[in-house]
């Protein structure tokens, strides 16, 4: 690869100095290290993606994670650096640029006081310009939430985890899934829900959730699952929780305006009221 070390694509485990977890889901989990070949602590901090020894998560997933994150350059998307091969346990890990200020979630929840509505809306923006690129090149992201939105700075934000991403196929407009699995059902589009579709336009619902969950500044007691359970605890009646989420989406419910929501991001002008957000 290039010759300085910002464009390493192979990484030596020998050289891979583990300093602590920085997240974790069903098949994987994200660490922080830091790649020192001098041995002087000198060495760039990394985040480094490992699969789950478990036996579910297959190597073939993750080598499509790590094909789809290194073909894309955008300042809105996670940077990919290369892999670490780890032959004994003919394994490989993903090697990303770290993200300082961790998930979107915990920085909003810790700097809630600081953050006005133009930075909300700056972040707002800089998620959008991220799948803008993401559907320009064709992929669906799956899983748009802000526990997959990292914080670069005070003031850069970035699209990351592309586990659930997918290709549209050339003569189609959407994507089925044929194993719906673990799914984020809170932040599916209804059609994603009930006959597992994934398209540009589900991925547009997922940032309609994702802003309610800005507004919110990630306020957990008003998380998109805990106030979408309240509207459908009151009438539950045996079927499926996705089913009482498809009935009252469809009876044109809605995530509530956040409290704190500007008006202007409150009500979308007419042309975009159009667009199906959650
Ligand atoms: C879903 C399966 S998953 O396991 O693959 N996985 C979870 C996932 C969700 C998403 N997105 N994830 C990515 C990162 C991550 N974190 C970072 N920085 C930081 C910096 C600080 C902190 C922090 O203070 O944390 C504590 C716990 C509050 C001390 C955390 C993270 N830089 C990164 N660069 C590339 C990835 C990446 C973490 N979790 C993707």
């Given at each position: 690869?290039?010759?300085?070390?910002?464009?390493?694509?192979?990484?030596?485990?020998?050289?891979?100095?583990?300093?602590?977890?920085?997240?974790?889901?069903?098949?994987?989990?994200?660490?922080?290290?830091?790649?020192?070949?001098?041995?002087?602590?000198?060495?760039?901090?990394?985040?480094?993606?490992?699969?789950?020894?478990?036996?579910?998560?297959?190597?073939?997933?993750?080598?499509?994670?790590?094909?789809?994150?290194?073909?894309?350059?955008?300042?809105?998307?996670?940077?990919?650096?290369?892999?670490?091969?780890?032959?004994?346990?003919?394994?490989?890990?993903?090697?990303?640029?770290?993200?300082?200020?961790?998930?979107?979630?915990?920085?909003?929840?810790?700097?809630?006081?600081?953050?006005?509505?133009?930075?909300?809306?700056?972040?707002?923006?800089?998620?959008?310009?991220?799948?803008?690129?993401?559907?320009?090149?064709?992929?669906?992201?799956?899983?748009?939430?802000?526990?997959?939105?990292?914080?670069?700075?005070?003031?850069?934000?970035?699209?990351?985890?592309?586990?659930?991403?997918?290709?549209?196929?050339?003569?189609?407009?959407?994507?089925?899934?044929?194993?719906?699995?673990?799914?984020?059902?809170?932040?599916?589009?209804?059609?994603?829900?009930?006959?597992?579709?994934?398209?540009?336009?589900?991925?547009?619902?997922?940032?309609?959730?994702?802003?309610?969950?800005?507004?919110?500044?990630?306020?957990?007691?008003?998380?998109?699952?805990?106030?979408?359970m309240q509207e459908i605890g009151n009438d539950m009646q045996g079927l499926s929780i996705s089913m009482h989420l498809v009935d009252i989406l469809k009876d044109n419910w809605r995530l509530p305006a956040p409290p704190l929501c500007p008006p202007r991001v409150r009500h979308l002008p007419q042309p975009y009221a159009t667009l199906r957000v959650a």
């Amino acid at each position: 690869g290039p010759s300085n070390q910002q464009d390493q694509s192979v990484y030596e485990e020998r050289h891979l100095r583990y300093i602590s977890p920085l997240g974790k889901g069903n098949f994987g989990s994200v660490e922080l290290c830091r790649y020192d070949p001098l041995g002087d602590n000198t060495g760039e901090l990394i985040a480094v993606k490992k699969l789950q020894p478990n036996k579910q998560s297959n190597l073939e997933d993750f080598q499509k994670e790590i094909n789809t994150i290194r073909s894309l350059h955008c300042d809105y998307i996670v940077k990919y650096r290369g892999v670490c091969y780890s032959m004994g346990r003919l394994s490989m890990s993903l090697v990303m640029e770290y993200l300082p200020y961790g998930s979107l979630i915990g920085y909003l929840e810790k700097n809630r006081q600081l953050i006005n509505n133009r930075r909300m809306l700056l972040f707002a923006s800089q998620i959008c310009k991220g799948l803008e690129y993401l559907q320009s090149m064709r992929y669906v992201h799956r899983d748009l939430a802000a526990r997959n939105i990292l914080v670069a700075s005070d003031t850069l934000v970035k699209i990351a985890d592309f586990g659930l991403t997918k290709i549209i196929p050339f003569d189609k407009e959407y994507y089925r899934v044929t194993h719906p699995g673990e799914s984020p059902i809170f932040w599916y589009a209804p059609e994603s829900i009930t006959e597992s579709k994934f398209s540009h336009k589900s991925d547009v619902w997922s940032f309609g959730v994702v802003l309610h969950e800005l507004f919110s500044y990630c306020e957990h007691n008003c998380n998109p699952k805990r106030l979408y359970m309240q509207e459908i605890g009151n009438d539950m009646q045996g079927l499926s929780i996705s089913m009482h989420l498809v009935d009252i989406l469809k009876d044109n419910w809605r995530l509530p305006a956040p409290p704190l929501c500007p008006p202007r991001v409150r009500h979308l002008p007419q042309p975009y009221a159009t667009l199906r957000v959650a």
